[in-house]
């Protein structure tokens, strides 16, 4: 029995989503194209830098032409927001300024633009 492959494909871009001050806010998705077979579990990185003690992060997903849909919010303190508990997971490191993206049991409809976003608070 064959697995199909996915082909996740993984967008980088920095969405700062409320104030943003030029050069200390940025988010970086290092890995590009991300692929695993279905049922198996994929993990996009997601690195960010703020000089703010109150940041959010968000993950939403593009599927064609459609508007990105919100999977889910991480902030400094507390777990946020997730859409659909079940297969998506994340959880934010302060220390290493990463929130890395787990897609568990993964189904050829999770092929998609994938992005990271920071919003900051000023402190």
Known sequence: ??????????DAVCCCLT???AQTESVLQPDGDVTAAAGET?????????????????????KGSSSPQFILSRFKVGE???????RFSSSLDA?????????????LS????????LSSLSN
């Open 110 to 117: 999770d092929s998609a633009v994938y992005y990271c976003a």
């Open 95 to 107: 220390t290493a300024r990463s929130v890395p993206l787990q897609i568990h049991n993964l189904r």
């Open 19 to 21: 104030e943003c001050r």
């Open 80 to 86: 946020g927001k997730t859409e659909e508990t079940e």
């Open 1 to 10: 029995v064959g697995t199909q492959s996915l082909d996740l494909i993984i």
């Open 42 to 62: 994929a993990t996009l990185r997601c690195l960010y830098n703020t000089s703010s003690s109150n940041h959010y992060l968000f993950w939403y997903r593009q």
